[in-house]
């Protein structure tokens, strides 16, 4: 029985309830036969990518229906409020503008300001990389280290090790993010306190594990740090709380502002992109935002029925909502993209992990599903066993390029081997098939009938293929920026606010408190029975050690 997703009176909705229950059962295969057109019409190009959406359970009535939803949602108006700067995010009374810090038209928001930091990012890199700008004993920068987490970590580490083959050279980017201190030791192990450059990057700086690693950081350096002067040379930060920063020691001149209305999973296109700058030079960074503006120009102005994000969307709601997928597998097949999955987790579920509508009642339907994924094809000889024939329809995105970053006879390869995995997934092996197989192999028909049964596939299974040409700085901003807009149009399709949080919130609140009674500083008897006693283990053990 189909879930009925009905987030307005329209009729759209329960004609698409009755579309599900008429196509239910209809296989991939079939689609194929039925249609011999069905790649050409089932894939399209926007800002240099292409999306083949053929291999998923939808018809042309289908779309048409999910299109005459959006529209119905008033998707096109939706996106205009969010370009224009509308206080998308309700309950924090902000807009979500991270299309305005990638905007190249001259039209958008805050432009001045914008323009006025990447001025300030362009000198910043010039200084560092022309060894302008030294540390406190007089040695150019050879490192940099990025403080950060969540949002102020994710984007860049991904952004930065995605484009390592566009590396200036002159300097390596590390990132630490983790309070674990074993991340930042590791980090710092190769490194010499006087040629490395911390950047503080946290959009409120308070976040804990950001504040923690920055503390430990500036201990690290006080062999060659010893007043305010010096430390300004090795630390600078990215902020939209200037006074923290500066109250951590950081020379107002080197904080680097972001603003309310940048989210922080939104935010690798503002200064918290300047370890991206830094690795790659300005000038590619601007190509990142020009590739992210053209996929913006695309959401915006390309008919529904050619968008790629609104049509990445709408199939996510497709499964999601109507076939009960609950979980969604991006895979790229590049290892440039391995750390892709890791930043999409934070961006869809962040954003689309919610429960309370846009109108403040409780939804009575689901909403993100839980995203997954890793690079491939290392993947192939892990999980994907359960994609094949595990019992769950686990909708793909598979991610490739057309050109590899070598031109060896490793990309074909690669490229063969996402095809086939997607294919297979799609095809399957019939029992009959299984069976043949084995008796071809020469095993005793008596045999071949149990083992066949353990080597059919089911088949009918449904992915998406993203293609870049080829990975650089711009098709790498159109593929952020395809991603950010379909979490938007899911976000419009579940009626939630896809640029609020405040499910982190009360971990944070509770690791305090239990940071207290870890360090003895207080006790809380009133709290449960497991907690209680997992911090007492702690204390008995820290005190017999
Ligand atoms: O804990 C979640 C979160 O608030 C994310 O939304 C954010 O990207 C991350 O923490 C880091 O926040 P900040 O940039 O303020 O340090």
Redesign the pocket.
């Known amino acids: 029985m189909a879930t009925i997703f009905q987030p307005t009176d329209a009729d759209v909705w329960k004609r698409l309830s009755d579309h599900y229950r008429d196509i239910q059962d209809v296989r991939l295969q079939d689609l194929f036969a039925d249609d011999p057109d069905r790649f050409e019409t089932m894939h399209c190009e926007g800002a240099g990518l292409i999306l083949d959406y053929s291999r998923s359970h939808v018809t042309a009535d289908t779309l048409d229906l999910l299109v005459q939803a959006a529209e119905e949602l008033q998707l096109p108006e939706r996106v205009a409020q969010l370009m224009s700067g509308a206080e998308v995010n309700t309950t924090e009374h902000r807009p979500a503008l991270h299309t305005a810090l990638r905007d190249f038209s001259g039209g958008a928001p805050y432009k001045d300001e914008i323009w006025e930091i990447l001025v300030r990012m362009d000198a910043f890199v010039h200084k560092v990389h022309s060894g302008v700008w030294r540390g406190a004993t007089g040695k150019p920068i050879t490192d940099v280290v990025n403080i ?5 970590d994710l984007g860049p580490r991904m952004v930065t090790d995605a484009l390592y083959d566009h590396w200036s050279g002159k300097l390596r980017c590390h990132f630490v993010a983790n309070i674990d201190r074993a991340e930042l030791e590791r980090t710092l192990a190769d490194l010499s306190p006087e040629s490395t450059l911390f950047i503080v ?7 804990l594990e ?1 504040l923690r690693n920055a503390e430990t950081a500036k201990v690290w350096m006080s062999g060659v740090v010893r007043d305010e002067t010096d430390l300004a040379r090795h630390f600078v930060a990215v902020t939209a709380n200037m006074d923290r920063a500066a109250a951590f020691g950081i020379d107002k001149e080197h904080i680097f502002p972001m603003w309310d209305w940048v989210g ?2 939104y935010s690798l296109w503002s200064a918290i992109g300047l370890p991206i700058a830094l690795a790659v030079g300005m000038e590619q960074f601007n190509e990142l935002r020009r590739g992210a503006y053209d996929m913006d120009e695309h959401f915006r102005t390309a008919p529904l029925k050619n968008n790629l994000p609104l049509l990445l969307g709408l199939i996510g709601i497709w499964y999601t909502n109507y076939r009960q997928a609950s979980t969604h597998a991006v895979l790229p097949y590049a290892e440039r993209l391995r750390l892709f999955p890791d930043f999409l987790q934070q961006l869809t579920m ?1 954003s689309n992990g919610k429960s309370v509508r846009l109108d403040n009642t409780a939804v009575d339907y689901v909403t993100s599903p839980v995203v997954w994924g890793s690079v491939e094809s290392n993947g192939q000889h892990s999980f994907h066993q359960l994609l094949h024939q595990g019992t769950h329809e686990v909708p793909v995105d598979f991610i490739a390029t057309l050109q590899g970053g070598m031109e060896d006879e490793h990309h074909p390869w690669l490229l063969a081997n996402c095809l086939a995995q997607a294919r297979a997934l799609m095809t399957g092996k019939s029992y009959e098939t299984a069976k043949q197989e084995l008796l071809d192999d020469g095993l005793p028909e008596e045999e071949t009938e149990a083992l066949a049964m353990h080597r059919q596939m089911p088949g009918n299974r449904p992915c998406n293929i993203i293609l870049l040409e080829k990975l650089t700085p711009q098709s790498l901003g159109a593929l952020i920026a395809l991603y950010e807009h379909r979490t938007f149009v899911q976000s419009v399709f579940w009626q939630i606010n896809a640029f609020d ?1 405040w499910g ?1 919130e009360l971990g ?1 609140a509770m690791s305090k408190q239990i940071y207290g009674q870890l360090i003895g500083e207080n006790t809380d008897k009133t709290m449960d029975a497991s907690t209680r006693g997992l911090i007492e283990l702690y204390i008995k053990h820290r005190n017999q050690g």
Do not use: D, L, P
Not at 148 to 152: A, D, E, P, T
């Open positions: 950060g987490i969540g949002g102020s990057a946290s959009k409120s700086f308070t976040t950001t922080g999973r962040e949080q982190v944070k």
